[in-house]
């Protein structure tokens, strides 16, 4: 049997930083992010028992870096006693820079091969096991804004608002494509084990999404916008405070966070955040969006810019 999902990343506005359980990949922290639409990965799978291993390509080259987790996650989906399979990855976003590639990966992995399995399952459940592969992708099976909750020995994801009902746009500034030096799933870990601020990061994290939970109910941009580069932030100092510190900004980086906070202050509805990349994301109002893709195309080492809107949650494509 053979299925095709297609997922969308999604950008963290509160963000996921640090593992409660390694071995279950549950989050130490919940986190709320935005599902995007114009940014996907489809996965297709195909269960093929001539195979004596798995297969993986990537637009079109073969890939044995992330075979592992992507093997993981079938198996966590169908069981390890499933037949190989050979999966087949399109991207139209530059895979593993900091843009959530694997979390739209491992949400259209699941729903793939819970398809291409013939098992049915829930939203949740698949969130769940996606969440074991990568824990921002239980977000991506979810549109929207989406709230990721730690509930014991599980995750639970739900969307607060519908993307329709607060259409924000999304303009990312790609300051430098390529993969990261460190994983997200390693910094993390060398962030709890050795970051003075670890502790207090996981402290605040529940206030943080009182704050951010209040911002989007009320359709509160300024105050969402406070909220957002503030968690972003204490994030990165987060990071930047471990031993050997962690540092995923370059100068452009910087630039690009000057130049959102100009358009700001001078009154356009635009807030910036950063994941385990140097890539800038710009949140703003649809009345901002011409501005802010004017102000990031001008700043110096900025490579590419991308757009997007708010969409939907992970979704199978087709089955044969
Ligand atoms: C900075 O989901 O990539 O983007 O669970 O180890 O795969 P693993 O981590 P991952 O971490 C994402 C971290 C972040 C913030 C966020 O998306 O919430």
């Not at 599902?35 to 637009?59: G, I, P, W």
């Not at 079109?60 to 870096?65: C, I, P, S, V």
């Not at 987060?238 to 995923?248: E, F, H, K, T």
Request: glycine share 6%; with cysteine; proline share 4%.
């Amino acid at each position: 049997m053979q299925a095709t999902a297609r997922a969308q990343p999604n950008i963290a506005l509160v963000k996921y930083w640090g593992k409660r359980d390694t071995v279950r990949n549950l989050p130490a922290v919940g986190s709320i992010s935005i599902t995007l639409h114009d940014l996907y990965t489809q996965m297709q799978v195909e269960f093929d028992a001539s195979l004596d291993a798995d297969r993986l390509t990537v637009n079109g080259e073969q890939d044995d870096g992330m075979l592992p987790r992507i093997s993981h996650c079938l198996d966590l989906v169908a069981g390890p006693q499933r037949e190989r399979a050979s999966v087949t990855s399109t991207c139209n976003f530059p895979v593993a820079a900091g843009l959530a590639s694997s979390a739209s990966a491992f949400a259209a992995t699941a729903c793939a091969a819970a398809a291409a399995a013939g098992i049915e399952t829930s939203t949740s459940e698949l969130a769940n096991l996606a969440g074991r592969a990568s824990g921002s992708a239980a977000r991506s099976l979810y549109g929207g804004f989406a709230e990721l909750k730690n509930a014991g020995d599980a995750v639970e994801v739900e969307t607060i608002e519908d993307p329709a009902a607060w259409p924000l746009r999304v303009v990312i500034a790609i300051t430098k494509a390529g993969p990261k030096a460190v994983s997200s799933g390693e910094a993390m870990e060398r962030s709890r084990k050795t970051s003075p601020f670890y502790a207090r990061w996981v402290e605040e994290q529940p206030a943080d999404l009182d704050e951010a939970r209040a911002a989007i109910a009320s359709r509160d941009f300024e105050r969402l916008a406070a909220i957002a580069e503030h968690n972003c932030l204490k994030m990165h100092s987060v990071m930047w405070a471990s031993r050997p510190p962690i540092v995923y900004w370059n100068s452009a980086t910087l630039d690009c966070m000057s130049a959102v906070r100009e358009l700001r202050a001078r009154g356009h509805a635009v807030f910036f955040t950063i994941d385990a990349g140097p890539q800038v994301k710009a949140v703003c109002l649809p009345q901002a969006e011409a501005a802010v893709i004017e102000a990031l195309r001008g700043t110096a080492g900025v490579e590419t810019i991308m757009t997007s809107g708010l969409g939907d949650g992970a979704a199978v494509v087709s089955v044969t």
